[in-house]
């Protein structure tokens, strides 16, 4: 079993930076994928990042890809994403979520064995 919190959400003005965090209960934390969604208003969950178990293989939406940086501490068991120049776009609810079955993760949420309960980040114009 995991619990996932994730935190560090907030208002914002466009250009601005973030950083959230999401930490994980247990000692299994290395064994999962993680990644991040997020989730505007009126609008479907779309797929933001993932990190392998490891750390060493990391991928992106397009639509954050040079702006967003996942990164993992299996020690602390806690996942980050670095979002910097930041848009208005990027308002949305923010969950971080663990994939036992694919070293990689996944893009697909159903794929996700575990979620956190969201943290709102707001980018102002």
């Known amino acids: 079993q995991v619990q996932l919190v994730d935190s560090g959400g907030g208002l914002v003005q466009a250009g601005g930076s973030l950083r959230l965090s999401c930490a994980a209960s247990?000692?299994?934390?290395?064994?999962?994928?993680m990644s991040w969604f997020r989730q505007a208003p009126g609008k479907e969950r779309e797929f933001v990042a993932a990190?392998?178990?490891?750390?060493?293989?990391?991928y992106y939406a397009d639509s954050v890809k040079g702006r967003f940086t996942i990164s993992r501490d299996n020690i602390k068991s806690t996942v980050y994403l670095q979002m910097n120049s930041l848009k208005p776009e990027d308002t949305a609810i923010y969950f971080c979520?663990?994939?036992?079955?694919?070293?990689?993760?996944?893009?697909?949420?159903?794929?996700?064995?575990?979620w956190g309960q969201g943290t709102q980040v707001t980018v102002s114009s």
């Open positions: 979520a663990a994939c036992a079955s694919t070293m990689y993760g996944s893009r697909r949420q159903n794929d996700y064995d575990y």
């Open positions: 247990g000692r299994t934390f290395s064994s999962y994928a």
């Open positions: 990190i392998s178990w490891g750390g060493g293989r990391t």
